[in-house]
């Protein structure tokens, strides 16, 4: 049996499920996976959130069960995943619920980022002790509240010698960048899958384009790619973050009026697969001094879109690109894996943000904690 486990609990903005791991503090990382599941949302469920995100309306008595809804999920997939596993609940020391985003605000006055999923459900069902909102402190602290994956990337990435950015392509991409004796920095490059993703969603009733097949058929309209890219975003400096409530179906049809020629609904689709990847490597060139040796290393579930990856690689030249899994934390795991990893952060009474990346005032203990035992009587 390992030493003390951990198991993190995320659903990204892509919105398609849970994705729930066990990890433990071993093997050469620092942070070994021991076991992952990919928990689906019921398709009500995950409709029921598209629809809230997309509208940013609800009543207030459906986002209260809508909440309610996202924590028994997150509760289901973490039995799950300790039942496959054959890991009894008193073997994990407590549990890390990132939750589920409705809306990342941290440039309005006051600022907030609120994540759903009762996280008082999870400890009530699994007897786990439950760690849970991660992000409100940092911004309570000054800062973005986002990215929080960069501390971990940190710990289990770092090189002696080679600078390697990490970056994360889930709806929304995000590069941590370390460079050896240097204090790690990282943001939020702007749209990952999010935009492919309500495109094809939009036009064809699919949930993603696998493999980025379709994008692959179009052509990229210059004139569309640059009005994506003129966006003021991109032009401010760090810290920030970002997420789909900003780069949403609506921005993009916003765009697409004022631009000319956009082509066949296919070409937009290529075109919003090389916007992508054109604002990850601005990011990355933008901090690589000339020769320095330096290496990316992706996860998220953009390392499945072929084609994305393609122009990726073509776009970063002579920067070698590989997934994280090479060094041993699957793509798909890295997410949840760092949410577990600060929930351990949190136990163990550590700061779990960077303020480099953040913008937070300082270090700060993440999260609050959920005993699952009822106090005595």
């Given amino acids: 049996m390992p030493g003390e486990i951990y198991l993190g609990l995320i659903s990204g903005t892509s ?25 689906p949302y019921p398709d009500a469920l995950a409709e029921e959130l598209a629809e809230i995100i997309a509208t940013q309306r609800g009543q207030l008595e459906d986002l209260g069960q809508l909440d309610a809804a996202v924590g028994e999920v997150f509760a289901d997939a973490a039995l799950a995943l300790l039942r496959e596993s054959g890991i009894e609940p ?5 549990i ?49 509240g986002a990215p929080l994956a960069c501390a971990l990337h940190a710990a289990c990435f770092s090189h002696p010698e080679i600078t390697r950015a990490v970056v994360n392509i889930g709806g929304i991409s995000n590069m941590t960048w370390l460079r050896p004796g240097e204090p790690v920095s990282g ?36 004139g569309l790619l640059d009005n994506l890219r003129a966006d003021p975003f991109f032009a401010l400096k760090p810290p920030k973050s970002t997420g789909p409530e ?56 953009g390392v499945y879109n072929l084609e994305l990856m393609r122009r990726l690689r073509a776009r970063l030249g002579d920067v070698p690109v590989a997934e994280t899994g090479s060094l041993g934390l699957p793509a798909e795991q890295v997410e949840a894996a760092a949410f577990a990893w600060l929930a351990r952060q949190t136990i163990l009474g550590l700061p779990g943000n960077v303020p480099e990346v953040t913008g937070a005032a300082g270090p700060r203990i993440l999260g609050c904690v959920i005993p699952a035992t009822p106090p005595p009587v």
């Fill in 15 to 39: 919105r398609d499920g849970v994705e729930a791991v066990l990890a433990a503090a071993e093997g050469p990382l620092g942070w070994r996976v021991i076991a992952h599941r990919r928990h």
């Fill in 90 to 94: 008193g073997a994990v020391r407590a």
């Fill in 96 to 144: 890390g619920s990132h939750g589920q985003t409705l809306h990342h605000s941290p440039g309005t006055s006051p600022a907030f980022s609120w994540q759903i999923g009762d996280p008082f459900r999870i400890a009530e069902r699994t007897g786990i002790d439950t760690v849970a909102l991660f992000r409100q402190r940092d911004i309570a602290a000054g800062g973005e």
């Fill in 187 to 222: 943001y939020d490059c702007g749209p990952g899958n999010t935009l492919m993703d309500a495109w094809i969603r939009e036009l064809k009733g699919l949930p993603f384009d696998a493999n980025g097949d379709w994008a692959a058929e179009g052509e990229v309209r210059y």
């Fill in 246 to 301: 900003y780069f949403s179906l609506s921005w993009l049809e916003d765009r697409l009026t004022v631009v000319g020629d956009i082509g066949l609904d296919v070409d937009v689709q290529a075109t919003l697969t090389e916007f992508t990847a054109s604002i990850i490597a601005d990011a990355v060139l933008r901090k690589r001094q000339p020769e320095e040796p330096c290496e990316v290393l992706v996860c998220g579930g």
